[in-house]
Every structure is written in C-alpha cells, then in structure tokens.
C-alpha cells in the first residue's frame, strides 16, 4: 500500500507530538501532586512542631484545657481532619475534629494516604515524653488544586498537539507542494519538454535540487536539440541520397572483393532492374542475369578495381526479359573495419547507350554525306583559316584537306581575286550581313584555277560575335566556261577573238568617260587593210582569214594594257587608246607614233599559203577628249581620216582635224628626213662646257646637232621625239655615247684635258632599252674611256613609272664608275623622297628658271631653292643657260658654283672647245 509522503509526515508528527505531550502532561501532574503532596506535609510537620512547642506546658501539667485551647488554635483549619493529644500512655488528653477511633502511633511520623496527611509527633521535656501529638489533614484542597491543574494541563497540551499538528501538516503540505513541482519538473522533463523549468522557490536543498533538475534539463536539452540538429541533417543526407538515387536511377552497393557477394545496397532495384533487391546480394545470382558476352570484361573491372572510379558497362537482364545497359563505376576501399571491399554505383545508360548509337550512325551518315558530296563543305575559324574541309576539297584543288587546315582561305585564292574575296568575307567574318554568295577563284595544287562559287555563312557564339563560318564552295568551272563562250561570242568576234563591235562601243564609251574625267585624251584608230579583198578573193576565204588572224596577231603585240583592238568586220580593225597626253598635239603625235608602228609592223610581209604576201593598212586617227561627241560619231571620223588615207595613197595615216593632219604630215616628213639622215650620218655633236665660280672649264655637255640639206638646221627638240618615237633614238644615242667615250680616252691622254668630264644626255626611252646597261659597258670596253669621266644626264620624266627599275639599273651604272646629273630639275614632278634614293652627283637648274631669275620672284626662289636642296643633298648643283653677269652673281651668292651657258660659251665642235680649254676663249656656234 502506497502512503502519500505528506501523509507519512502527518501521521509521524501527530505521533510524536502525542507521545510528547503526553509525557509533558502526565509528568507535570505527577510533579504538581508530589509538590502538593510536600507542601502539604511541609506545612503540616511545621504546624505540628508549632503545636508541639505549644503543647508542652499542657501536657506537663496535665492540664486539658490548655491543651483544649492550643488546639483550639487550631480548630477550624482548612482541611484539618483532626488533632489529637495523647499522653505518653496513649490516652487522649485533647483533641479537636473527629479522629478516628485507633490512632496508628509509633507508625511512620508522616503518613501520606489518599485523601489523607497525618502527622505523629511525639512531645517531650527534657528527654522526657510527655505525650505525642497526631494531627491529620485532609488532602482534598491539593487533591483538587492538582486535579485542575491537571486538567489544565491536558487541555493545554491538546492545544499545543492540535497547533503542532495542524503546523505538521501545513510544513508537510508546503513540503509535498515544492516536492510535488520537483515531480512535475522530473516529469516533464521525462516527457520531454526540456524547456521547462522548475520554480526553485527558497534556497534551500529542493531549491537546489530545482536547480539541479533545471541544469540538467537545460544541458539536456541543448545535447537534445544539437542531436536533433545533427539528426536533422543526417535525415536530409539521406533524404538526399535517396531522392538522388531514385531521380539518378542509380543503385549504390558494397561488395566482398572476393565472394562478389553484396553487403549492403541501396537504390530502387525494382525500378531499375525490375528485380528484387533480395536477388541482387549473391554474386551468384547476380551474374546470371548479366549477359554472357559482358561478364568477363566486368569481372576483370572489379578484379583490376583500384581507388580511382572506373565505368564499366555490361549487358543486364531486366526483369521485363529485356536486355538493359548498366553501367559500374568501380572503385576499391576499405571499411571502417580494414575489410577490403569494391564499391560501385550501377547506372541503367540504356536509353545513353542507344542514344550514342544514333548519334555514331547520324554521324555515320552525315560523314558518307560529307564525304561523297561533290560540293566541299567547309568551315572557317574567325581569323578566316580553315578549320574543316571535307575530301571534295582535294578533289577540288588537289590539295590535302590536313595540309589545308589552318592556313588562311586567301592562301587558296588567286591573287586577283583576293581582293573580290576579301570584300565578300569582310562583312560575314564581321558579322555585318549573316551570309553571302560570291565567284572567286582557288588556285590548284598543279598552279591552275577552278571557279566556285562560295557561299559563306556566319556562325556566331554566345556573344552573339562571330566566331566562325561555314559554307560551300561548288566548282562552276565549267559553267563559267560556258558563260565566258557566251560572252566571247557576244562580244568577241569569232575569227579573231578580239573584241567585236559591241564591246568595242562599250570600251569606247568608257574610254570617252574617262578622258573627259581625267582632262586627258583618247584617239580612235580606224584601220582598213589595202588589198584584202584581193587575197581573198584570188586565194580564198580561207587565206583572207588566217591573214586576218595573223593581222589581228600582229597589232596585238604592240597594244598596252589598257588600249583596245577590235574587229568590227571584214578587214576593219579599231584602235582605242587610253590615256593620252593632255596637250591635244602631243596627243596627236602619241597616236600618230603607234599608227606609224602599226604600219611598220605590217610592212613585214605575211606568210600565206605557203608565200610570202604584202598587206598594208590605212588608217584614219580622231582624237575624243573634253567635247561632248558619240561613239558613233568618233568612229564616222576615223570612217572619214581612213578613206583619207586611202586616197593619199595607201600605206598611210590620216587625222580627221586638218590641222592635226598637217601636223602629223609634217611629221612624217620630218621622220622620213631622219631616217636618211641616221643612214647618211648628217649627225654631229657640238660641246657646250661649264666652268666653276673661278671661270675654270670643268667639263662639257654633248649636244646632238642636224643639218638638213634643206631645212637647215634641226633642233634637238624637234628631231629627238622623232627619234624616240621611232625607236631610232637607241641608234642614235649609242652613237653619241659611243662619240664621247672615244673622245674622252683622248682626253684621258691629254693633260689639259685629263681631268674634265663630258656630259651626254640620255633619253629615257633610250635608258630603258633593256640592252642599255650591256652597250654602255661594251662602249666603255672598247674605247677605253675611264668611266669617272662620263656623266649620264637623265631627266626627271625617266622616273614617272617603274621607279624601282629605274633605281636599280641607275646602281648597276653608277658601279661601272659613271655618274649621273638630273637634268632640267625643277620642271618634272619627281617626288622628293625619291632624290634621295637616286645615285646621283648633280643636280641641272633648268634654264627656264635661270633665264627669268632677275624678273620673275618664283623662278628665284625655286632656282635659291633647289641650291639649298642639293646642298641638303650632298649633290652638286649646276645653273644651266646662263646669260647674264647678274644671273651669275645671283647664283653665286646663292652658293651656286657651276655654270653652264652662253655667258661662258655656246656649244661648239670639239676642235673649237679644246681651243677654249687651252685659251681660255669662248668660240661661237649657235
Ligand atoms: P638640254 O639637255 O637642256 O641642253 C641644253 C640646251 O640649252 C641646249 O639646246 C643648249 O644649246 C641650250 N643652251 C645652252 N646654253 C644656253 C643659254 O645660255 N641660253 C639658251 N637659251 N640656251 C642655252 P639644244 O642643243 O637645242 O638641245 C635641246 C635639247 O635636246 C637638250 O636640252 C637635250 O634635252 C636634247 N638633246 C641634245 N642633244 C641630245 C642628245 O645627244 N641626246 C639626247 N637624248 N637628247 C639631246
Ligand atoms: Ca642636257
Ligand atoms: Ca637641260
């Protein structure tokens, strides 16, 4: 039977309290009887000595009364029962109250019974016994006293149980209630509610043990919420896991590296195998469901496992029936127990493995498409190098497709058409324009040329940037073939393969377009062969062609780039030229220059059927420039200055303008004249010497001197162009050359003469002549002139084209020890920076700007200028044509310190020059 504690504690304090206060009571009555008891016999031993003392006289003389009245002293006490005096014989003498009959004597002397004190005392005198007094008191008075004492006693003790009782129960009560929240902490606590916390109440031990309970649970429910922390994430790992491998539709296990057996998995096996987990633990069991082919390959997997994962697929049988692919990523480890064991994690790559497989056979496919395609396909990096090419390429080129990638596309492409690439792919590789079509050629492997037709496309990255491109190339060779038949039978004349009378209008018109922008000029040549209708007609159409072919041969070779030669029909062939001189004579004579060489080349006869033919042209000459006129009209003129021709006799030129035609009859004239004269030999050279600022000769110029029977005298600058036209000018200035260098050994002999040096002027035409350098050493060679003699004069105009050439032939001479002057300086338009780069020595001032130097203020400052300029240069500076005393002294004091010019001599016969040399004296010619 279980006893609540405070009632324990009730029931225990009750009782002790009873026991106690029981005892208190009980003993204090006892006490207050016995103290009452004494008292009483106290008080009646000293009545009875005061009786005694009293008594003695009447009990010596025997006297009753007195004895009557001493106790009459004392009758009427209070609880006095009775007094007796007796003699010593025992008889009553006196006595007060009603003794009892037998009086105890000799008894004690103080006999304490209930209810009763009596006192016997014996009274004597001198020793001698006189009687004994016995005296009794009741004891009712004390009895009574006692009794309420006592009562007082209980009642006072049942108040101090009942207080201590009810003191008992309200200590065991409060007890209980803070023993009771200890419980309900503890319990709760227990229930887990760690949170809560026990009112300690007094500091007392329950308060410490509230507190202790409350420490504990706080310390409890830290480590409970930090378990359930780590609980908490140990749940979601798993969780983690879990979902991971059901989402992964993996299967993770260990396994013994010796039996294969399985020792722990986890992962939907149903879901992925389509099997119980139950049959995947024996490795047994297991391998049966793995397809034979596989087995042997994933057993070397685990048996060659290391710590590094490794993927092994293999065949599984689902439980469906159907093959699946798994695949093993093996590792090998131990466990937490030092066991080896092989840890995988199996994958179902079914539907990765089929889609590899089609992804191999699109590629497959795609590659046989890429491979056998015509087209090549190809594919660029943003640098426009290719990056793929397929075997069409090498078809294509004959180049490999591994020697192709990487090199840039331009590589491939012929040079004229790179720039046609160059403008199609910039806007692609840019990304301006997202894909574009152009024809360009690729050269070949064996140097040829293929025409495709490209078509790029941009690919573009996540930037949106370009960051290649791709596209076709597809072999229009032969279409473009086709097309340029078309365009030659459209536009070329079919015989001949010049150009027909379409496509000449359309030159002509462009040619027309273009001297008028340029300010320039064009002529059109009409030429008209003079017997061609009776080849034809005696030796046959066949004949008449070829002689039109071998005509049409013929002309060709003598045209520019830039000129055209057409076939309008028949034996009538045009000439257009471009690019004429801007001054419509010179012009003139240009064209007139190349119809004379056309004349010339036909002179030469023609070999047909076997014989040698003569066929010659006439030609007719207009010139198109800045008035506005048709093509049809231009070529009505030529019509025109042809028939003109004709009628002059055939073999001939004519211009349309008439004053033209006189000049270009003057011309004529003028060149047959020379042509005898070259063969007559009516040349001769005159020297014109310069001199120093002292008035020393130092040397002479060679100038070319005509006399004509009739014409008297011939200019230089009349008969030179002539020359130059001609090509005579070569002859001729080798003869100069040839002239002076024999002249100078001469000098080289003479001491008067030894240290001067002999100018010759060299026309550009004639310094081009690819033979020039040869003839010159040759010259040099035989008449032993020493080279530091001989100056070359050349003139700016040698340098308007092919600078490069010209510079390095001009080295090539100046090495054979000549040197060179600039002729006319300051009238070409040499670019400076070239200066530099010549080999020359001198620097000639025009005479132009020499002869107006004192009037005009700009001739003075480009003569002041030039002085400054070959100074700058290193070069040396010579004023031509100087007349004057005043042009002298102006240039002098510019730093000028060469002269050539009247003012110290005229050009003059060699004889007459020596003479000056020794004398001093200048002699006349001009
Ligand atoms: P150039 O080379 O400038 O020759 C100087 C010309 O100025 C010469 O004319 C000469 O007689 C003339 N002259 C010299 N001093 C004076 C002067 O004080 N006042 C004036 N007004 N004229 C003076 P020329 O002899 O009529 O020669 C004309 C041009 O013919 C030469 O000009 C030269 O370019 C060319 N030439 C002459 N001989 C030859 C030659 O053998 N071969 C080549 N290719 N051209 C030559
Ligand atoms: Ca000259
Ligand atoms: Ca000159």
Known sequence: MRLRFSLQLIIGAVLIQIAMVSVLVWNTTREIQNSHAQLLVGSAQQQSVLMTSALVPGLAYRDPVVLQEVLGLVAGERDLQYVVVTDAAGHRLAWVGTPPDILHHG???????????????????????????????????????????????????????????????????????????????????????LGYRIPAGTNDEVGDVAHSLNALAAELDQSHSSLERQNLQLNRSVDRLETLLQGAEAIIWEADPQTGEWRFMSGDTHAILGIPASRMYDAQSRERLIHPTDLPHLREAWRTATAHPRPVDYRFRHGSGEWIWLRDIVSAATDSDKRPVLRGLTLDVTVHRKAEAALKQSEARYREVLDHISEVIFRTDGEGRWTMLNPAWTELTGFTVEESLGRPVSEFVLSEDKPCLEAFCAPVIQGHIPFDREEVRIVTRDGGARWVSIYARSSLDEHQQVSATFGTLVDITERKAAEEEIRRLAFYDNLTSLPNRSLLHDRLNQAMATAHRNKGHGAVLFIDLDNFKDINDTLGHEVGDDLLRQVARRMLRTMRQTDTLARLGGDEFVVVLNDLHPDPLRAATQAEALGRKLIGLLQEPFRLDKRERHCTPSIGVTLFGQENTTVDELLRQADLAMYRAKAAGRNTLSFFAPEMHRAAEERAALEADFRKALRDRDFFLHYQPYVDDQGQVRGAEALLRWQHPERGRVSPMEFIPVAEQTGLITELGHWVLESVCRELAAWAKNPDCAQLDLAVNVSAYQFRHPDFVRELTTVLEQTGAPPGKLVLELTESLLLDDTKAVIERMNTVRELGVSFALDDFGTGYSSLSYLKRLPLSKLKIDQSFVRDLLLDPNDAAIAEMIISLSKTLGLEVIAEGVET??????????????????????????????????????GTDD
């Open 885 to 922: 005393r005043e042009q002298l002294d102006f240039l002098s004091v510019r730093g000028c310190r060469c002269f050539q010019g009247y003012l110290f001599g005229h050009p003059v016969p060699l004889a007459d020059l020596e003479d000056l040399i020794l004398t001093g004296r200048t």
């Open 107 to 193: 008894d004690a002397p103080v006999e304490v019974v209930p209810g009763r004190v009596s006192i016997n005392r014996d009274i004597e005198l001198e020793g001698q016994r006189l009687g004994a007094l016995h005296v009794a008191y009741a004891t009712t008075y004390a009895d009574a006293l006692t009794e309420a004492l006592g009562r007082r006693n209980v009642t006072l003790g049942m108040v101090v149980l009942f207080l201590s009782v009810l003191a008992a129960v309200t200590f065991a009560l409060m007890v209980t209630g803070r023993l009771r929240r200890l419980k309900e902490g503890a319990q709760a606590i227990r229930a887990g509610n």
